[in-house]
């Protein structure tokens, strides 16, 4: 299992970016797939999830904000990020839901991030 994040960059407070995952090494399109961030010193925080069956689901905080969406047949997830806020600013991932427990756990990641950074 792979991932490949693009897409970040520094935005000033209300600006706006989309990122990019493609995955590898399995049926991308049998999964639900997840965003995940983990700010400096601190600990993984799920930031939302999209579901096979076309559903979606977002941390409180990001709630009309943030859109995750999926092409599966290019086997790419993406996180389109509103309104951005500085406690926004992390190493955005994604991954498989079912992996969740050993993100929390580990902070094992199956991709190199890329980094949000919101600031004036």
């Known amino acids: 299992v792979q991932f490949v994040e693009s897409g970040g960059g520094m935005v000033q407070p209300g600006g706006s970016l989309r990122l990019s995952c493609t995955g590898s090494?399995?049926?991308?399109?049998?999964?639900?797939l997840m965003w995940v961030r983990q700010a400096p010193g601190k600990g993984p925080e799920w930031v939302g999830v999209?579901?096979?069956?076309?559903?979606?689901d977002y941390l409180d905080s990001v709630k009309g904000r943030f859109t995750i969406s999926r092409d599966n047949a290019k086997n790419t997830l993406y996180l389109q990020m509103n309104s951005l806020k500085p406690e926004d600013t992390a190493l955005y991932y994604c991954?498989?839901?079912?992996?969740?427990?050993?993100?929390?756990?580990?902070?094992?990641?199956w991709g190199q991030g890329t980094q949000v950074t919101v600031s004036s």
């Open positions: 991954a498989r839901k079912e992996d969740l427990p050993t993100i929390l756990t580990t902070q094992t990641y």
């Open positions: 090494g399995f049926t991308f399109s049998n999964y639900d």
């Open positions: 999209s579901v096979t069956g076309g559903s979606t």
